[in-house]
C-alpha cells in the first residue's frame, strides 16, 4: 500500500525549495556582483554590425503574418498523416477512408482560403 500522507511529500517539497532559492540567489548574486558600466555603446542597440537607421518600429503587412500562420497550419496538419503511413498495413481500407477524408478537409480549408484571397500579396 503506499504512503499517501503529507510527510511523503517532504522530500519533493524541500528538492522545489531548494531549486528556487538556488535560481533566486543566483540571479541575485549576479545582478549585485557584477560590473555596472553603461555607455553609449552598450545601452545601443546590436543588429549584425550594422549601425541603426530610424524607428524600428516599422509596420509590416498583415499577410506577411497571415501566409506565416497558415504555412504553420497546414504543415503541422500534414504531420498527423505520419502515423497513417506508419500504420498503412494495419488500418487497410478504414485507414484510407479516414485520411482522405482528412485530405478532403484540408482541401475545403485551402480553397476556402484561395476564395478569400488570403494568399494574395498586393491589396
Not at 553609449?40 to 500562420?69: H, M, W
Not at 479516414?98 to 498586393?122: M, Q, R, T
Amino acid at each position: 500500500m503506499a504512503n499517501t500522507t503529507p510527510v511523503a511529500y517532504l522530500p519533493i517539497f524541500i528538492m522545489f525549495t531548494i531549486a528556487l532559492g538556488f535560481a533566486v540567489v543566483i540571479l541575485f548574486l549576479t545582478h549585485r556582483v557584477g560590473p555596472h558600466r553603461k555607455t553609449k555603446v552598450k545601452l545601443e542597440t546590436f543588429e549584425c554590425g550594422i549601425e541603426t537607421k530610424g524607428n524600428a518600429r516599422v509596420p509590416f503587412s498583415i499577410k506577411y503574418f497571415l501566409v506565416a500562420i497558415l504555412f504553420v497550419l497546414f504543415d503541422i496538419e500534414v504531420i498527423f498523416m505520419y502515423p497513417w503511413a506508419a500504420n498503412f498495413k494495419e488500418l487497410k481500407l478504414t485507414g484510407v477512408i479516414e485520411v482522405f477524408s482528412f485530405i478532403a478537409l484540408l482541401l475545403v480549408g485551402f480553397y476556402y482560403l484561395i476564395a478569400k484571397k488570403a494568399l494574395k500579396w498586393e491589396d
